[in-house]
């Protein structure tokens, strides 16, 4: 490759293992569109979709980004399709002549950084977008993920986590030093989401909620990293308590039906909504009670961030980033995770106490306003860039 040449602007690619709605794609591209596009031009190589509906890459290239599809790249380990990917990546990098390549997430982070090496980019920089060492596969599998951590960890100038606390478990493990670590939040455009808002009454009626009851919301995958199956056994003791309360699932995934024959089980299916993928969570989010993350895993919780920008009260699970995000007591309660028990007296807490739940939602706003927007998110990113092609320049 050649020298960075200051003259001209930065070509950066991004590396992703999917552009899909929601997640690390949505906040990639959130950001990329608030760039300076006079000193970065920004290209992207990705996986497709499994389910087109949910597939970004043409909303991308709408938005004025080149996205080099690679239907090699995929989540699952396949040797084959991986070589494919990895040789694909290398050509791809090698003839762009980028200065820096930005991988993502951590299958898309290991190809992407190989292949960034063997094409001799100057900056290589990594996001894990939170860790996949609990919750996400059995111990050989993870096993096996963290020695490519520690390989690749070789040849990367710098590794970018969601919070402060999310780099502790990669040194925990060996991967990494700490000198190639740094963190930067996650950001939400707060002016355009308080758009968002809508009325309350009628927002309830179109998805099918009673005005006069209690509306709980959750939103993400349902996959069993979510740890949705712990919400619904707590709602069991909720009702009990407080009978007038729905609780809404937003999004989809693999456990769906086990789930609704979780409820069916409980005999809760009457106080149950699984209303799918949307593209309406902020107005969902704007017109209910209470917003529930509890997950076994969670690298940062974007969806924590929009909760805030509609003064929302949050009961979350006590892991991973999310205790960076929401501040115990200050802007809401956090629980331990896999504790129905707990995560009940949290929900029920809040619903007793509107007062104290509207102080606290007003407490998560300013914490947003102060820590959480996406111009932080986009200045931190961009100056990190120059920094690390600096420092470069001064070593040749």
Not at 76 to 98: E, W
Not at 123 to 147: L, Q
Not at 170 to 190: A, M, P, R, T, V
Request: net charge positive; glycine share 8%; charged share 25%.
């Amino acid at each position: 490759m050649n020298g960075y040449n200051p003259a001209r602007k930065i070509r950066v690619l991004h590396v992703i293992t999917r552009l899909e709605k929601g997640g690390a794609p949505s906040v990639l591209l959130e950001t990329l569109q608030r760039s300076d596009s006079n000193q970065f031009e920004y290209h992207i190589a990705t996986g497709v979709a499994r389910e087109q509906e949910k597939d970004m890459i043409s909303y991308a290239r709408g938005i004025g980004f080149q996205v080099f599809a690679i239907p090699s790249l995929v989540r699952d380990i396949n040797p084959f399709l991986d070589m494919n990917a990895l040789l694909r990546l290398y050509f791809l990098i090698r003839n762009g002549r980028y200065d820096i390549v930005h991988c993502h997430t951590s299958k898309g982070g290991f190809i992407g950084r190989l292949a960034a090496r063997l094409a001799n980019v100057r900056v290589i920089v990594y996001s894990p977008h939170g860790d996949i060492f609990e919750g996400y596969f059995g111990k050989v599998k993870i096993c096996f993920f963290i020695w490519l951590e520690k390989l690749a960890t070789r040849f990367t100038d710098k590794i970018i986590t969601l919070t402060k606390s999310g780099i502790e478990p990669y040194l925990k493990l060996g991967i990494g030093e700490q000198s190639q670590f740094d963190y930067i939040y996650n950001g939400i455009d707060i002016k355009t989401l308080e758009k968002r808002k809508v009325n309350r009454v009628q927002k309830r009626q179109e998805i099918g909620v009673e005005n006069d009851c209690f509306l709980v919301v959750t939103a993400g995958r349902l996959v069993p990293v979510k740890g949705h199956a712990y919400l619904i056994s707590a709602l069991t003791q909720i009702v009990t308590e407080i009978p007038n309360i729905k609780l809404v699932f937003l999004g989809d995934g693999e456990l769906k039906d086990a789930l609704l024959e979780q409820a069916k089980a409980l005999g809760l299916e009457s106080h149950v909504l699984f209303l799918g993928m949307r593209n309406d969570v902020p107005e969902v989010v704007s017109c209910s009670d209470l917003f529930v993350l509890p997950s076994i895993n969670e690298g940062f919780g974007v969806v924590l961030l929009e909760a805030m920008a509609m003064k929302c009260p949050i009961v979350a699970t006590n892991v991973g980033g999310v205790p960076e995000v929401v501040l115990d007591g200050e802007t809401g309660i956090l629980v331990p995770p896999r504790d129905p028990a707990q995560l009940a007296n949290g929900i029920v807490k809040f619903l007793r106490d509107q007062s104290l739940a509207k102080q606290m939602s007003e407490n998560g706003y300013q914490r947003l306003k102060a820590c959480f927007s996406i111009e932080d998110a986009v200045s931190k990113t961009e100056c990190l860039y120059k920094e690390l092609l600096e420092r470069k320049n001064q070593r040749t």
